[in-house]
């Protein structure tokens, strides 16, 4: 523990008793980063682990920017669209939102007001909001679930081609974000005879053209006839028709950067605004 509570390590594991209520005693508005990932198929080149994976170094940065403690509750998360592919663990949908709400609930009882849901897999996005919707109302706590930015020109770049290409899952902008964090477990070579394996209707192939004049209502019905798990449409597991060997790690290395300032300069700005009076109660205990 530095001086007048700033923190040395931010990962709660690595902190002492000590440590932790000194960080909390001293920082005027501290803030608790939550990170929630998963382990699934990721294609042919990259780890199970990759949403959690990246996680965790995108919120420790966060973190440390900002004099936050940040919390991994779990590695899995809800993936039951990937069981299909082996190597996938999925947790049921109502045990992910009680690791949220039982980890929230533990440290709200020790004084925490403020937290942050950080998310890297599009599956539990539902069970993320839920948590912090219910959380609020039964710890008297604050959850924030911020993502940006969105419109810079490099965000825009992204998600044209995330629209275009449906570049979601181990296409070459997941490969970029893995390449950048954590190259030494991209298996590269196991796309030497890449080919695209990306199977739907021609039809709604079609609507995934974020030019077209009636995309925002195309791309949504492209979304509600897509197959509800993986490999109902893919055989590698690869959610893109775009080549991985394509992934730029230096162009997600900016974007990376632009959301962690983003994330640091909300969570700079939230701890300036003072408890709203609906949050001012006294903690109260946690029983499990």
Request: glycine residues 6%.
């Amino acid at each position: 523990m530095g001086e007048k509570g700033k923190l040395e390590r931010v990962w709660i594991q690595e902190l002492t008793r000590p440590a932790f209520e000194g960080w909390l005693e001293n920082e005027p508005a501290p803030v608790v980063i939550i990170g929630v990932g998963s382990i699934e198929q990721h294609g042919l080149h990259l780890p199970l682990g990759t949403d959690s994976l990246g996680v965790c170094r995108f919120i420790e940065e966060v973190a440390r920017r900002t004099n936050s403690v940040c919390v991994l509750p779990c590695w899995p998360g809800y993936s039951p669209h990937h069981m299909g592919f082996k190597g996938t663990i999925t947790f049921r949908a109502e045990t992910l939102l009680n690791v949220l709400l039982d980890t929230i609930g533990s440290l709200a009882a020790h004084g925490i007001k403020r937290f942050v849901i950080i998310n890297f897999h599009g599956g539990n996005t539902n069970i993320v909001n839920l948590a912090a919707q219910l959380a609020r109302r039964r710890f008297k706590v604050m959850v924030a679930t911020p993502h940006g930015p969105s419109q810079t020109e490099l965000a825009k770049k992204i998600r044209y081609r995330m629209q275009r290409y449906f570049e979601v899952h181990s296409g070459p902008r997941e490969t970029a974000f893995a390449l950048h964090y954590f190259p030494e477990l991209v298996e590269m070579w196991r796309l030497e005879d890449w080919r695209n394996t990306f199977k739907v209707h021609p039809k709604l192939m079609e609507f995934m053209d974020p030019e077209r004049e009636d995309y925002e209502l195309v791309s949504q019905v492209f979304m509600a006839c897509l197959e509800p798990d993986t490999d109902d449409f893919t055989s590698s597991g690869q959610y893109a028709i775009t080549d991985p060997r394509e992934a730029d790690p230096e162009e997600a290395a900016k974007y990376i950067e632009e959301q962690i300032q983003f994330l640091v300069d909300f969570i700079n700005l939230w701890k300036t605004i003072p408890l709203p009076p609906a949050y001012r109660c006294k903690p109260q205990p946690f029983s499990a």
